[in-house]
């Protein structure tokens, strides 16, 4: 397992360097100035040399990167050209929205993908099997922005039970990590019964039973256990996107989270927040990828033999 650990670690490093440097090139192709934008449209081209100097964009390229990379290797993400605030402070600020959606979302649909997974495997090729997946089918299908506007519609504008919009209570965190997790659901819910079924048909399954074990202490105990890798592989990845694919919901929900941000900072050229931004979420994927990677050796023992 340390061994592992340690050989993952260190593809770490690279992984975001790469990452960093795709991303500093990509948003110097967005078109427009940021000095422009602060300055404005009206402004004199000395007024906008004059930011272009204070904010370092006159520099070249190597000398900018070089600038922020050796600034992020102190913890120091830059400061936001829009707000002026350090870019890392604005991270920890909003970061906690986004994270509390992504744990929410990620918890209701693997509770619920795994109950409905196992469900269907143990009614295989019945209708409540047939009910199930078409069920999986239309959560997996629907956008996420219309289920959002759907559900707002109905619990807020015409039955009144939960806030649309914005922060500060529980309430407010229902219809958005529903929103969220509804994909997710149907997805671990598709994966869980695909895994099963394999398990199921194994030999010791049938050894099990021919020894008279019930079927429920042979689903959760023998089989359950079994299925679990790839049902934590993708719930893992789900954890990791929803982290870093929260903008449409937060967007929708009037949330003031990381994915937002980013998009406010796309809109305004804002470099250092973009750019400490998805480092930052590169970062924390990263890490999830990790710890499902250390999860496996916790649900398989093979695979810690195998490390």
């Avoid at 590169?282 to 195998?306: C, F, K, Q, S, W």
């Amino acid at each position: 397992m340390l061994r592992t650990v340690a050989r993952q670690a260190l593809q770490v490093v690279p992984t975001l360097f790469g990452i960093t440097v795709l991303v500093f090139l990509m948003i110097h192709l967005i078109p427009g100035d940021p000095a422009v934008l602060l300055a404005g449209l009206e402004s004199s081209p000395e007024v906008v040399a004059r930011i272009r100097a204070e904010l370092g964009l006159d520099q070249p390229l190597y000398a900018q990167f070089w600038r922020f990379l050796s600034g992020a290797l102190q913890g120091d993400l830059g400061t936001s050209l829009r707000t002026g605030a350090p870019v890392i402070d604005e991270i920890a600020t909003r970061f906690p929205h986004t994270l509390r959606l992504a744990v929410g979302a990620t918890l209701l649909a693997t509770s619920l993908g795994m109950v409905t997974g196992i469900l269907a495997a143990i009614w295989h090729n019945r209708v409540w099997d047939n009910i199930i997946m078409v069920l999986t089918l239309l959560a997996v299908s629907t956008p996420s922005y219309w289920l959002a506007l759907m559900l707002m519609l109905v619990f807020s504008l015409w039955l009144g039970w939960l806030p649309s919009i914005g922060v500060g209570s529980a309430l407010h965190l229902v219809l958005p990590i529903v929103t969220l997790g509804a994909q997710s659901a149907g997805i671990i819910a598709r994966m869980t019964r695909a895994a099963m079924l394999d398990v199921l048909r194994q030999d010791y399954i049938l050894t099990a039973r021919s020894k008279g074990l019930g079927e429920w202490p042979i689903i959760l105990k023998h089989a359950l256990r079994n299925a679990l890798i790839p049902v934590i592989t993708i719930v893992g990845l789900r954890f990791g996107g929803l982290l870093a694919g929260t903008v449409l919901v937060e967007s929708v929900f009037a949330i003031p989270g990381i994915g937002r941000m980013v998009v406010d900072a796309v809109l305004v050229r804002d470099y250092p927040m973009i750019q400490g931004a998805v480092l930052f979420l590169a970062t924390v994927v990263i890490l999830t990828n990790m710890a499902v990677d250390m999860l496996y050796g916790v649900a398989d023992p093979r695979v810690r033999v195998g490390a």
